[in-house]
């Protein structure tokens, strides 16, 4: 006598690691950068659908564990993604995610995935989103400061979103500089190798910052910046940890995601509560223009938030409909009677033990 | 050439329906109830070592999808639950959940698990905990109120963990207190299933209440219930949602697991916000006597806190450290350099095209 197969309600779609990179060796990584933000930016157009929450963080001494929550009324969508600067030291990532899309009517998960691959193309795509709307026309260079695991991301997601031609790549660590310039050969991309920040944002119209210390950091000062400049400083991401002097802050435009988290987490930190800021779907809606001239420095000042990994869920749980790579897991139990989870136990023990 | 193999660090251990139905069946209930109420009040009883914050919930008018997060600073642990009381018209469970238990130190999960079993094992096991010092000395009589999914796993407990000898089932479907009656049946429990919930708490003892209505209900009434009696009321657990007559609480002493949820969520939303309560924890730490005499009514008003899933996950944890079956799951990346999430595509790429 056969066992029980798990009930076809027990079954919830997982991406793994290695699934994740088969789609996206199939996909194309620019198609999926262009096809994420599309669907990014579809759910930044209906902002005020969504339930919005700060992430709800659990901090220690060597990190941060988040929960990042968010629903349309339709779907609900979370993401579970940790932030420790030290990991690498011990051989793991630095940002690691896993997170789960689920039917609101009936409270079901439809889908969990690996999200650290996901999350690098969904926080790539909506800075070049974003700076598609507020870096200065015809920006072909960019500054690429921080050469971990998020840069070539950046740089592969600005060129296919912003026409950015040309990288120029920075790090503390000479080592992570190399390994980005090798990964991004032959990308379609000049890639320029700096020492130092100075020389990495000589030219550029477009500056990413992306470093991963968890302290308040100056990656940029203030004399570095010059007039009509885009920044997009996503490296600042938790209380206590900035990249830029506060004085570039005060003389810029500043976008953000979601107010009421970067005001907790971003470079905003760094300024009175109050202080103006713009969210980024009301330039994306089109109720704000995003940059008006060549001079103004424009900041987006961005953290992540719950909607972009909803939409990249969303995005992922189509790209399965259309036959996309992935296994089954027997995640949620499903007795015959709903109201008979006990029995569905006894009535397996006893098919074993008739096996 | 072989395709490259997940890196050590990519995999989870992963507890499925079918690995936790043989954990059940290997360990045998009323043992396993007993080891998580041990862990559950070991966890109680150091309350404030623990993070602690009502769940965050996402409300629907078909239910509830609820985070609920907690750390001891040296793990973190969070479900995901559900509560959708229509769900079982589609053949679906009220309650399913999953849940993660990871190092506080490097941010990893170090356990995926199914908890639509988990849960109905740590809630029975709770509420016999708190029985325990709650319920009359030498209780031997149990009504339980609601006979769904987890009426079984609550009669088995308040066996297994109070002692109690005989179980009164009701429920307004009688064809849910037929399915109870089986599966108790030759469990060493007298069973008598009822036709009222008057008939039901003739000479309990103790009154589970569980039912799973998502609106203010009425499931037991003033006059119902005598002096000395301990309610343990577990189906009340979202706001709006009730089981218990307003005059019942007032004449009760009430117990509860966090006061800041159970204000939002249990039956004492229907009483002002500074109604006195007490914390469980403090009965299990000594730092409360729990009844106190004969004639006193108390009332557990429980709606399930996330300490108490932590403590099922350091339970099934350690179960698994034991050898109890689970699988490795591909769920984290796991590149040579930890700073080369990229490159990791890139070459397993090469490796496909080789292989």
């Known amino acids: 006598m056969p066992l029980p197969a798990p009930g076809p309600m027990s079954l919830v779609p997982f991406v793994s690691v290695e699934a994740m990179m088969k789609i996206v060796l199939e996909q194309g990584i620019e198609r999926m950068l262009i096809d994420l ?7 930044f157009r209906r ?30 969508g979370f993401k579970y993604v940790n932030g420790h600067p030290r990991n690498f030291q011990t051989g793991r990532q630095t940002v690691t995610a896993f997170g ?41 260079v960019m500054a690429m400061i921080g050469n971990g695991a998020q840069s070539e991301f950046q740089c592969l997601a600005f060129k296919a979103i912003c026409g950015i031609d040309t990288v120029r790549l920075y790090d503390i660590d000479p080592k992570a500089t190399g390994k980005a310039a090798r990964n991004l050969a032959g990308k379609g991309l000049a890639v320029v190798p700096c020492t130092s920040a100075e020389q990495a944002i000589e030219g550029a119209q477009i500056i990413t910052t992306c470093t991963a210390d968890k ?9 570095m910046v010059g007039s009509g400049v885009h920044i997009n400083a996503i490296g600042g991401d938790c209380p206590g940890k900035t ?21 907790i987490e971003g470079e905003i930190q760094q300024l009175d509560a109050d202080h103006p800021v713009t969210e980024i779907w009301q330039v994306l809606a089109g109720k704000n223009p995003g940059r008006r001239d060549d001079k103004q420095i424009t900041l987006f000042d961005s ?13 992922l749980k189509d790209l399965l409909g259309s036959g996309a790579g992935h296994q089954m897991l027997d995640l949620l139990a499903d007795p015959d009677d709903p109201r008979d989870l006990f029995g569905m136990i006894e009535r397996y023990g006893k098919a074993v033990a008739a096996a």
Chains 1, 2 share one sequence.
């Open 37 to 43: 933000a599309r669907y990014i930016e579809d759910d």
């Open 47 to 76: 902002w005020e659908q969504f339930d919005k929450t700060p992430r709800i963080a659990a901090h220690s001494s060597e990190g941060v564990i988040e929960l990042m929550p968010t629903s349309d009324g339709r779907s609900y």
């Open 100 to 140: 789960v899309l689920s039917d609101v009517e009936t409270g079901y998960p439809v889908l969990l995935t690996e999200m650290t691959i996901l999350t690098a193309l969904r926080t790539a795509a909506t800075s070049a989103l974003a700076a598609k709307h507020l870096a200065p026309k015809g920006a072909k």
């Open 215 to 223: 302290q308040y950091a100056t990656i940029l000062t203030d004399n």
């Open 243 to 263: 990249e830029l002097h506060r004085d570039i802050l005060t003389r810029s435009d500043i976008f953000v995601e979601y107010s009421a988290q970067t005001r």
């Open 303 to 315: 953290v992540g938030f719950a909607t972009e990994d909803f939409s990249a869920l969303r995005y």
